[in-house]
């Protein structure tokens, strides 16, 4: 399974974003989607994950009420439309999946790095302030 975040760039405070996390390779295979971010130097933070159903999302207190993530139809693309950025959002963002396993429920998510199996490559968002 491979992972593509796209959608970062440079935007102002106040300003939104929207990044999306298209998998490949056998989207089948994979259940829960999470987003994470990660500063130079610093630990990768969880921001917000999503069940494979789309029916449970949890989210990092420091997004909650301004990201909100979903998943397309087809399940196999999530994205994170990231509002009202503040210049502290400013990081590399990852999304992750989980594989399929008969222990996991489609209603499941995840917060922990550890609980991923994939992960795509960064999509870099920078909030001037």
């Known amino acids: 399974v491979q992972l593509q975040a796209s959608g970062g760039g440079l935007a102002q405070a106040g300003g939104s974003l929207r990044l999306s996390c298209a998998a490949s390779?056998?989207?089948?295979?994979?259940?829960?989607t999470g987003w994470f971010r990660q500063a130079p130097g610093k630990e990768r933070e969880f921001v917000a994950a999503i069940s494979w159903r789309g029916d449970k999302t949890r989210y990092a207190d420091s997004v909650k009420g301004r990201f909100t993530i979903s998943r397309g139809n087809a399940k196999n693309t999530v994205y994170l439309q990231m509002n009202n950025l503040k210049p502290e959002d400013t990081d590399d963002y990852y999304c992750?999946?989980?594989?399929?396993?008969?222990?996991?429920?489609?209603?499941?998510?995840?917060?922990?790095?550890?609980?991923?199996?994939?992960w795509g490559q960064g999509t870099q968002v920078t909030v001037s302030s």
């Open positions: 390779g056998g989207p089948s295979s994979i259940y829960a």
């Open positions: 992750a999946a989980r594989a399929r396993s008969t222990y996991d429920s489609v209603h499941d998510y995840y917060t922990g790095a550890s609980d991923y199996d994939y």
